[in-house]
């Protein structure tokens, strides 16, 4: 079947700090790769997405490159602020299909 | 950008009672809506599809009896949890389809209902 497996936080870093938060996927046939970001008290949003392989996704300073012979999707950020604390979740979409399937999510705090 | 809201944000009942979520979309019409349960640290779980204006389509395992979802309007679906037991107890977030130029669409999801069944 279709799984996303991220990597488990919590993670906390300082500000202007270097993120990579991992992730990697099971699927069959050739999926769609999303991160959605959720901020306290609100829905997820989509965050980035890439549909085929080497696409790069990016977005208010994230970037996840669709690896197809890792079968990886890693967010990165160059320099992290406090505002980036949220929960960042991982997700797969099969072509033709929306239904997403999620990792678990990973927490991520800012400090200043 | 598209907003999609929950009611309640969280909610208390009790045993072999039932209540019931709303997911509305709040400045977009929606034919399709879909509904995720949360466990605490695992991913979020897709039990159904829901269209306007016909019966919603369960994923694998999903009771259909036990989760009623309702779907009269394109902008309001219901999930209601019926004889609600403490195993119910979850996170419940809805998400709805928004149609982009084109063939195009993107799901936004609404912030959520904490059940928690005593």
């Known amino acids: 079947g279709n799984s996303v497996t991220q990597m488990e936080g919590p993670v906390t870093l300082s500000e202007e700090a270097f993120l990579t938060i991992n992730c990697t996927y099971t699927a069959t046939g050739y999926p769609s790769l999303f991160w959605y970001v959720q901020y306290p008290g609100e829905g997820l949003q989509l965050l980035l997405k890439a549909t085929k392989a080497d696409d790069k996704g990016s977005n208010k300073g994230f970037e996840a490159t669709y690896r197809k012979e890792t079968t990886s999707f890693h967010l990165e950020k160059g320099s992290v602020q406090v505002s980036d604390s949220a929960v960042y979740f991982c997700a797969l979409s099969l072509s033709g299909n929306e239904k997403l399937t999620f990792g678990t999510g990973t927490r991520l705090t800012i400090i200043p | 950008g598209a907003v999609v809201s929950q009611h309640p944000s969280w909610v208390i009942c009790k045993s072999g009672t039932s209540v019931k979520i709303e997911c509305r979309s709040l400045?977009?019409?929606?034919?399709?809506m879909f509904w995720y349960r949360q466990f605490p640290k695992q991913s979020l779980m897709l039990m159904a599809t829901?269209?306007?204006?016909?019966?919603?389509?369960?994923e694998q395992g999903v009771e259909k009896d036990k989760f009623l979802i309702n779907h009269a309007s394109l902008t309001l679906s219901t999930l209601t949890v019926t004889s609600a037991h403490p195993e119910d107890s979850s996170f419940y977030i809805c998400?709805?389809?928004?149609?982009?130029?084109?063939?195009?669409?993107?799901?936004?999801f609404g912030p959520g209902t904490r059940l928690t069944v005593t």
């Open positions: 998400s709805a389809r928004y149609i982009l130029a084109g063939d195009a669409y993107e799901q936004y």
């Open positions: 400045d977009f019409q929606a034919t399709t």
């Open positions: 829901s269209n306007e204006g016909s019966k919603a389509t369960y």
